[in-house]
């Protein structure tokens, strides 16, 4: 059996909190979005799909993951502003430095969950197909790494 190691989402999870004072800040020439809201995106991301695992009938998980998919989770790499973000994880116009705060912490609880569900516990990914247990710490962790380059080149 093999063991998750969620460290990489716990240390993502710091970085974030790490930027929280400097939410305000936006430089739109690397991005149209302030560092606020790639911290609450990414919150919103990690939130959702953990949310969407636990509900998940594993028994209806065939794996569909696609070939970019593998590629770029291999890489730890996403291009920037090739995707648009699903309504359901889009933060909103104003966003509260304590919503950030709740998020966070639900997100380190969420976490701690991953290990515990089936091995076939899944989410759809509108690209990249399903996305399993073990295929998703890999998913979260570049998706995060994503933003939080983002987030440290919008700070230069």
């Known amino acids: 059996m093999k063991k998750l190691d969620i460290t990489v989402l716990q240390n993502a999870l710091n ?3 790490g930027y929280i004072p400097q939410c305000e800040i936006l430089n739109t020439n690397v991005s149209k979005a302030n560092v606020a809201w790639h911290l609450d995106h990414s919150l919103k991301v990690i939130n959702a799909v953990v949310t969407t695992m636990q509900n ?3 028994a209806l998980y065939e794996d569909n993951f696609s ?3 593998k590629l770029l989770l291999k890489f730890r790499f996403f291009p920037r502003g090739k995707a648009k973000a699903p309504k359901y994880v889009t933060p909103p116009e104003v966003i509260l430095e304590a919503d950030i705060l709740l ?3 639900e997100a380190r609880a969420k976490i701690t969950t ?3 569900l089936d091995d076939n516990a899944y989410f759809k990914h509108p690209l990249f197909g399903n996305i399993n247990k073990y295929k998703v710490v890999q998913f979260l962790d570049a998706h995060t790494n994503h ?4 987030v440290k080149s919008i700070l230069k």
């Open 15 to 17: 970085q974030i909190e």
């Open 147 to 150: 933003h939080l380059k983002i």
């Open 56 to 58: 998940s009938d594993p």
């Open 103 to 105: 998020q966070l912490a």
């Open 67 to 69: 070939f970019i998919g």
């Open 114 to 116: 991953i290990s515990s």
